[in-house]
């Protein structure tokens, strides 16, 4: 019975030691390209503006309209070809990606259409990557998020090709922050997972 829970202790200490490495890997690797001055990026194939929730009435929640705020100011610094808006395409009641492409629409007419790129089927943030690079051919990208949201966001694109560089699109506080980064340390280990075996 004693040599049961050494074993056991042993392997929750090595599985304690093995979640701790994942999540300092992916925070060393991915804040090393956190971009906050625009003027020292060269430019880049896309931004992409990652999706987050949308309100009962149809306009994107405070968290997103800031994602797509900071995207669109790097569109407009000229530092990328085009947009991509990547989110849940679930059906005619809610939809991420329209939301996103009507505010844009709304809030800067300056915009041509044909730069906005739209995909429905980013539902994770895996997804959304693995899609930016095989689906929407990207190379090389900023990533419009959370500033606790990118090293994930990040290190997953970089493991698949895309050259990424991230910018935080923290404009002000938000609702929920404390579940959403107990969720993104879960998120974080589901990934790294993903992105080095599946891939």
Sequence with gaps: MRYILLVLLVLIILMILFIATILLIIQHYGKKYIIDDLSILAKLDSVIVLGAGVRPDGNPCDLLADRIKIGVEVYLNN???NILLTGEEKDETYNEVLVMKRWIKKNYEEIDTDVILLDGLGLCTYDSMYRARYIFNINSAIISTNRYHLPRAI??????????YGIPSD??????MKKYRRREMLAQIKDFLLVNIKK
Excluded: E, N
Excluded at 171 to 176: A, E, F, I, S, V
């Design 155 to 164: 290190y997953i694109a970089r493991r698949l090709g895309i050259k990424a």
């Design 79 to 81: 530092k990328c070809d």
């Design 171 to 176: 404009l002000r506080p938000y609702d929920r």
